[in-house]
């Protein structure tokens, strides 16, 4: 699962240079990180774990790639957050792909990104791809 994890990175490229914020910008709220976080045990918490560090609720399950937390922003660093949105949105859960619609993917975005050290702001994070592509996930906001 390990390989799995790198090859994210090879399959979604560093976002473009025309991208103009970061994710310590103020993204989204703390109203929609708790939306996010009622959704996330439902669709991601099974494999992704309560504490969303890759180690699954599921004792039978392997570990997957943490989505939250100091490696999560590691792995991902440098790429847009349109990039991980699309990512998600057509791939997980794994099990059941699509599941969550965009509004509810964009929550849990929040939510990911909340449980990850990254301040909220005023204004949601919406499920715009082309705004989301403009978004940097920088692990040193």
């Not at 989204?28 to 976080?37: D, L, M, N, V």
């Not at 669709?43 to 004792?59: I, M, Q, R, T, V």
């Not at 929550?107 to 403009?134: F, H, I, N, T």
Request: charged fraction near 20%.
């Amino acid at each position: 699962m390990a390989l799995w994890g790198l090859g994210l990175a090879a399959a979604f490229p560093a976002a473009a240079d025309d991208a103009t914020r970061s994710i310590g910008a103020g993204i989204y709220t703390e109203a929609q990180a708790r939306r996010g976080e009622f959704s996330y045990p439902v669709a991601c918490g099974k494999c992704h774990g309560f504490l969303l560090d890759g180690a699954p609720d599921d004792p039978d399950m392997f570990s997957t790639p943490p989505i939250g937390g100091p490696k999560f922003l590691r792995n991902w660093n440098g790429r847009s957050l349109g990039a991980l949105f699309e990512y998600a949105r057509t791939t997980m859960p794994a099990n059941n792909p699509g599941f969550l619609g965009d509004q509810e993917l964009a929550d849990v975005l929040a939510y990911m990104l909340e449980q990850s050290g990254v301040p909220a702001g005023d204004v949601e994070l919406r499920p715009d791809l082309d705004r989301l592509g403009q978004i940097v996930i920088d692990k040193g906001w």
